[in-house]
């Protein structure tokens, strides 16, 4: 450990820290066997968890807890492949897993890429996966902050940097006045490299260093063409006289508000619903069903290729109950919706539905999107709604942003990747 890292406070902190994960483990091991009743993903691979694998040395490792991190690390990750890296992913949750499984599936099978589990927070668990892999050095996609992990990649001399990393001003604030062990811990980062000035200057505040701005690598994620094709062609099919608006990645606690604003709007727009996570897909439609709704699935209307079944339903939502297959959805609407802001976790990214020239419309609460959102509100290519009122408005307004527009905020935004491998090779050359 470096002089003044960790700080006498965050060392009491990790003390705590480190028995809570000790006692804890009898209920880790019921959350998993819980969560693995609805997904059996999270019952699998357990060694993994340990920190047990076939050795693999001199990975690039990427951490990307979750779908949208891994999401964002999808270009990088081709980059680092491209220059002939063997990259090792750790993911918690089985939709990052599954998302690097199917997007990499070549890669794996060359033995080029390898996703695991990351492993439980002891010191023992990353010194068996630092002895496996041997990282050059690992990224940890957005921020994600995991003490042992931090602690231990100082401690095993492997350089871990944040990636693509923003400080939410919620975060921000909480962390300056409530919790600066967190901050403290940011500090055992080898560095960050941060989505826009206003990132750089409040990681540089709580004394993260260095820093180098790259911008945002959701603006260079591939666009895959079948599922852009697809929804053109579904959109003929299903919608081809009504606005078709969909709302993408709705969270739990902001169901009441878009069901509102789609029965203000019943019978003129085709809204598509689509939840975030997969275990709610049931739930959704049953929801939406009992608030009187027209509602049919996705795995009704349209099969495993997207192709339409039948004749074209008439319905009020359709609701995207599949994974990996948002540009689909997205590739329907006139406009999208993206969820998340209606609650205090904040609105996901809107990138995706820029990238295919769609406004967009986010909540009242952005602080997770601080960058890019703001800058689309200002360019005119966001609506950002405080209230219904103003989400039932802007449902019904003309669109206004033209695609020429988006386009031009979409390239002015683009690059991160290239931004990215450079300040790596200059933080790692040290």
């Not at 000790?22 to 969560?35: F, H, M, N, Q, T």
């Not at 231990?152 to 409530?178: H, I, T, W």
């Not at 009441?256 to 789609?262: L, R, V």
């Amino acid at each position: 450990m470096s002089a003044g890292f960790p700080t006498p406070r965050l060392r009491r902190m990790l003390m705590l820290y480190r028995l809570a994960w000790i006692l804890g483990l009898p209920l880790i091991w019921v959350y998993l066997r819980r969560r693995a009743t609805k997904d059996p993903l999270y019952g699998q691979h357990l060694r993994e968890r340990f920190g047990r694998h076939q050795p693999m040395p001199g990975a690039v490792w990427v951490h990307a807890v979750s779908l949208g991190e891994l999401r964002s690390a999808v270009p990088l990750i081709r980059a680092l492949l491209s220059r002939g890296e063997r990259v090792v992913t750790t993911h918690f949750t089985p939709a990052g897993r599954r998302e690097a499984e199917k997007v990499f599936a070549d890669e794996i099978a060359a033995g080029r890429l390898r996703p695991v589990w990351v492993p439980f927070e002891y010191r023992w668990t990353f010194a068996n996966f630092f002895r496996a892999f041997r990282p050059k050095y690992g990224l940890v996609m957005e921020v994600e902050i995991w003490p042992v992990m931090i602690v231990e990649s100082r401690r095993a001399g492997v350089p871990l940097f944040m990636c693509n990393a923003q400080y939410p001003s919620k975060s921000y604030d909480r962390d300056r006045q409530k919790a600066p062990a967190r901050a403290d811990l940011m500090r055992g980062f080898a560095g960050a490299l941060v989505k826009s000035d206003l990132q750089r200057d409040r990681f540089a505040s709580v004394g993260v260093a260095p820093i180098e701005v790259t911008g945002e690598l959701r603006f260079d994620q591939p666009i895959p063409p079948h599922l852009t094709a697809a929804g053109i062609a579904a959109r003929d099919w299903i919608a081809p006289h009504r606005p078709v608006i969909t709302l993408a990645s709705v969270v739990e606690g902001e169901d009441e508000t878009y069901i509102a604003a789609i029965k203000a709007d019943q019978g003129r727009s085709l809204f598509i619903y689509v939840p975030r996570a997969p275990e709610r897909f049931s739930d959704t439609t049953q929801m939406l069903r009992s608030a009187g709704l027209r509602v049919a699935e996705r795995t009704e209307v349209f099969d495993a290729d997207l192709m339409p079944q039948g004749a074209a339903p008439d319905i009020d939502v359709l609701v995207g109950n599949s994974m990996g297959e948002m540009y689909f959805y997205l590739s329907l609407a006139d406009r999208a919706i993206v969820g998340g802001g209606f609650t205090p976790h904040g609105a996901h990214n809107v990138i995706e539905p820029l990238a295919l020239k769609k406004p967009v419309i986010v909540g009242p609460e952005i602080h997770t999107i601080e960058y890019p959102a703001v800058e689309a509100i200002a360019a005119g290519v966001c609506t950002h709604v405080t209230s219904l009122a103003e989400l039932s408005e802007a449902i019904r307004a003309d669109v206004t942003a033209s695609p020429e527009q988006i386009d031009a905020f979409f390239h002015a935004h683009a690059g991160a990747v290239h931004r990215t491998l450079d300040a790596i090779d200059r933080l790692t050359t040290r």
